[in-house]
């Protein structure tokens, strides 16, 4: 078992977790993620380790509720236990002094670009980091983000905090004000489709962190396969970064849509099996 | 009293009954038909029986307890040698195994070994039992990679030789392919889960969440003083066709496929979380266990039609013969000779059919079976929901790659010596599927008693 040992509510349906987990918090990396089940009937879902701290022995991890299993996270609290978190999985991020980069997060994206912008400004990089959400409220770690950043812009789509558009658009401004040598960029599959446009006819590599359907995370089902470059990977060994102008998004995007239908009956379920009358999944 | 030469029928589920639950196929002996088998069993002299178990287990011996009744000393007696029993009475190929050697087998039937096993172990598991005797301590530590059949095996064993034995496993529960890999219906999870807590009864502790390559290596394993390691990760690493279309949804490697529908328990979605997608027609590429498993799966899990799809002839598939025929008493279909080379979705990237083509059987291969030749213009096109890849897997690359200086095969298994499990590094062994390429559950429980032995010997001249 698992102990949550902090928790934070960003916004409604944004919520961190700092949980229990010395032997990953001793060997994670920039870039790696995580596997967890909340409990003895949950599923494996994977997240991505948001920032570790060695010597407390805990890895921080920074969800939306977007679902049942999310949602069933969201109403655990400070004491409670996920039944498995195990990890850390995937490829760590290629991290070295590349000259001036630029990190961007969208959405919860930013959780995942934290330790990789702050690796990043470790290894000697300029960073400038973006990150981006619909609204103030849905903004969280812009403190963070500054700390490990020689710039930050923050960019809401409403306008109701920072710069106003996409963070594709600050992307292309910060481009055409300086050379960039390297840019990485999280969030939902659409907007690193965007990003990937965005950067391709700039000629800048791009790297993105995909998000597939994961079963195993260890590379022995193949569930999470993604083509890139015309080449069928394993994002959980293979990845999860890749080059973003190989990726092939739209499958990527179909694929993750395939249990659709499934997840609104898990959702309709509840937690409880009682169909919403105690409230559980409200 | 004259020989009866043939064996006592197992109760089965009745096949249009079995296709609507998990449950399992098989029932098992009751004590009057398990003492009537026993006694069919000559209890030879030089009992040729034995020479074809891979664990050694006294097979005359416990059959002569089970003559007497004498339940609990026939378990005691099979678990001096095997530590799975419950599980090897039932998926253990028997038929190639100690009942291929079996002297009633020349004029009759032979002895139903497998049932009798599993008899045993299922009153052990039912009336409880002793745990197995073990040595002295020797205050020597072994790490043991992987919870499948190997690693069980040869933790087990070195458990009973008083060594210290911590088992490391990438999953949440132990059990490997017998958890994930083996349907509920051939081998159920309780069953396997009880096998498992008698080996920790033993004193092996097991730390499941825990990936060997990420977490630690084998090297940090052996500077954190284990003075041994065994490896038995398996072949985990599925195999696709390399066709176009095989990203389409629906389609699915056998491992996805049985870990969500036997590990996950996704048959009882949404009680259990993780969700799966059978449409009416499923086709299943391959003809081994693990195609079968799938292809009978699939039925169980609503879909109206079950193909097998195999690019050989009934005669060379690799499946046991008893598989091949649950399958097909349940209905599964066979289009023998045929192969998908394409695959073709809807809009939404959903799967609707595939092309297949015809083959002819040409000169045998190195296999020694005859090659599959396609026949030119053959084509046709087969409507399809769901595509199950059963193609065979390979060695998982996540340990070899993270262990300096472990010697590989050109096809990325571990080089073992056959008979000891030895590998290139020293106090390294391995053994299973990780050595072999996918095999079966007694080859690699075979090989993980014989490892155990070997380490043992090097532990005690270390």
């Known amino acids: 078992m698992y102990k949550i040992v902090r928790k934070e509510v960003f916004s409604p349906a944004i919520k961190l977790f700092e949980v229990e987990a010395p032997k990953i918090a001793a060997k994670a990396r920039a870039g790696q993620f995580f596997i967890l089940r909340v409990n003895e009937k949950g599923e494996r879902i994977p997240l991505t380790i948001a920032d570790f701290n060695r010597e407390a022995g805990t890895i921080t991890t920074i969800f939306q509720e977007v679902g049942r299993t999310t949602k069933d996270m969201g109403r655990l609290n400070v ?117 990937a446009e965005t ?24 569930a999470c396969r ?35 239908d499934e997840e609104k009956r898990a959702e309709a379920a509840g937690s409880c099996g009682n169909g919403g009358a105690c409230g559980c999944h409200k | 009293m004259p020989q009866v030469t043939t064996r006592h029928e197992m109760p089965t589920q009745d096949a249009r009954e079995r296709i609507n639950n998990f449950k399992e196929v098989a029932l098992g002996y009751d004590e009057e038909t398990a003492v009537a088998e026993a006694n069919r069993c000559l209890n030879c002299k030089k009992p040729k029986c034995m020479e074809g178990c891979p664990v050694e287990v006294p097979i005359p011996e416990f059959i002569s307890l089970v003559k007497k ?96 034995v911590t088992i490391f496993e990438a999953l949440h529960v132990p059990g490997g392919v017998l958890m994930y890999g083996i349907p509920e219906f051939r081998l159920p999870k309780d069953i396997v889960q009880g096998e498992i807590e008698k080996i920790k009864d033993l004193g092996v502790e097991i730390k499941t969440n825990y990936v060997i390559g990420k977490l630690d290596s084998i090297d940090e394993l052996l500077a954190e003083g284990y003075d041994a390691v065994f490896i038995g990760t398996g072949a985990g690493l599925p195999y696709f066709m390399n066709i176009p279309g095989e990203n389409l949804n629906g389609i699915y490697s056998a491992n996805e496929f049985l870990t969500r529908t036997n590990l996950m328990k996704a048959y009882r979605f949404p009680e259990y979380l993780t969700p799966i997608k059978v449409g009416e027609r499923v086709a299943v590429i391959g003809a081994g266990n693990v195609a079968m498993d799938a292809a009978r799966t699939a039925l169980r899990l609503g879909a109206k039609e079950s193909y097998i ?21 349940e209905g599964v279909k066979f289009a023998l000779l045929t192969s998908p080379v394409e695959f073709h979705g809807d809009e939404n990237g959903s799967l609707t059919a595939m092309t297949c083509i015809k083959y002819e059987l040409g000169e045998p291969d190195a296999s020694g079976r005859r090659r599959p030749v396609p026949v030119e213009g053959s084509e046709y096109e087969m409507k399809v929901d769901n595509v199950v890849l059963a193609l065979g897997q390979g060695p998982n690359p996540l340990v070899p790659a993270t262990t300096a200086g472990l010697e590989l095969t050109k096809r990325g298994n571990i080089a073992a010596d056959e008979e000891t499990g030895a590998t290139s590094k020293a106090g390294v062994f391995a053994g299973g599927d990780i050595v072999t390429g996918a095999a079966t559950v007694i080859m690699a429980m075979g090989a993980g008693k014989k490892a155990a032995r070997a380490i043992d010997e090097y532990l005690r001249n270390k």
Request: glycine share 12%; hydrophobic share 40%.
């Open chain 2, 69 to 164: 009744r004498d339940f609990k000393g026939a378990i005691k007696k099979i678990k001096t040698k095997n530590s799975l029993p419950a599980v090897c009475g039932r998926v253990c190929p028997q038929e190639n195994q100690c009942e291929k050697h079996c002297i009633l087998g020349k004029k009759g039937e032979p002895v139903a070994i497998g049932r009798l096993e599993r008899f045993v172990a299922d009153y052990e598991m039912a009336h409880g039992g002793e745990p197995a005797e073990k040595q002295a301590p020797t205050g020597k530590r072994v790490a043991v990679v992987g919870s499948g059949p190997a690693g069980l095996t040869a933790a087990g064993d070195l458990a009973k030789m008083g060594h210290r």
């Open chain 2, 309 to 329: 799809v195999y690019r050989r002839s009934e005669k060379e598939m690799p499946a046991r013969r008893e598989e091949i025929e649950h399958a097909a008493e």
């Open chain 1, 79 to 195: 004491g409670d236990c996920l039944a498995d978190v195990v990890g850390p999985l995937g490829e760590p991020t290629t991290v070295k002094n590349f000259g001036r980069v630029i990190c961007v997060g969208g959405g919860v994206g930013v959780a995942p670009i934290y330790p990789i912008a702050r690796a990043l400004k470790e290894a000697g990089n300029e960073v400038i980091s973006i990150i981006g959400a619909r609204s103030k409220e849905l903004l969280f770690w812009e403190d963070k983000m500054a700390a490990v950043s020689d710039r930050l812009i923050v960019c809401t789509d409403d306008g109701s905090y920072g710069q106003k558009g996409f963070v594709t658009d600050a992307v292309k401004q910060v481009a055409e004000e300086c050379e960039i040598n390297r840019v990485w960029a999280i969030g939902p599959m659409p907007m690193m489709r965007a990003m």
């Open chain 1, 226 to 260: 993604v083509s890139v470059g015309g080449e069928t990977k394993f994002a959980c060994v293979d990845g999860p970064e890749f080059d973003a102008h190989l990726v092939d998004f739209d499958l990527a995007m179909r694929r993750l849509a395939y249990y659709k």
């Open chain 1, 199 to 222: 950067t391709r006819p700039l000629g800048i590599k791009t790297i993105v962190s995909l998000n597939p359907i994961m079963v195993d995370g260890t590379g022995m089902c193949g």
